[in-house]
């Protein structure tokens, strides 16, 4: 039987009539139409499906949508209002990217782009908690951060270190 729950997802408070505990991915995708957090393995080893809870990565394809009631959720479509809010900028600021996406254009990092708003996600908590970080502080967060690494079938991961550096450069500015 459906529950009634409340979630607020990119700023915006929203019910969805779900089981409690269905995954959070299902929940964003087949409920409110959020494409950014993809299906990738379902068991929380490869990353595609992570976003933002109260600032830290999460991954949702085996996070409960129970577990985030009352909890403030971001996918990549929310990161534009996320810096937005973080610049103290107005709504209409919500319609400039996030700088860890411009990089991502701006570094041409996708190649198939599947694993991609799991990869930016992360890196728009890294700079968030380390404003300046080493390549090594790049790559460990991608690969040592539990429950597991985040993937990129296509190995584009220069490119993903360097869209994060680039993006440290704009956020510090």
Excluded: F
């Amino acid at each position: 039987m459906a529950d009634q729950l409340k979630l607020t997802v990119n700023g915006t408070e929203q019910t969805v009539s779900v089981t409690a505990e269905m995954p959070l991915l299902y929940g964003l995708r087949n409920e409110l139409g959020l494409s950014g957090p993809r299906y990738g393995c379902g068991l929380a080893q490869c990353g595609a499906c992570a976003v933002l809870v109260d600032g830290s990565e999460i991954r949702s394809c085996i996070t409960p949508v129970s577990a985030v009631v009352g909890k403030k959720v971001t996918t990549i479509e929310g990161l534009p209002a996320l810096w937005a809010a973080t610049k103290g900028h107005s709504e209409t600021g919500s319609q400039t990217l996030h700088p860890v996406q411009q990089a991502w254009i701006d570094e041409q990092v996708p190649q198939c782009g599947y694993c991609q708003s799991g990869m930016m996600i992360v890196a728009a908590e890294l700079l968030t908690k380390n404003p300046d970080p080493t390549v090594p502080e790049i790559k460990d967060a991608y690969t040592h951060k539990p429950p597991s690494a985040h993937l990129c079938r296509c190995g584009t991961y220069a490119a993903i270190i360097s869209a994060v550096q680039r993006a440290a450069q704009v956020m510090k500015s």
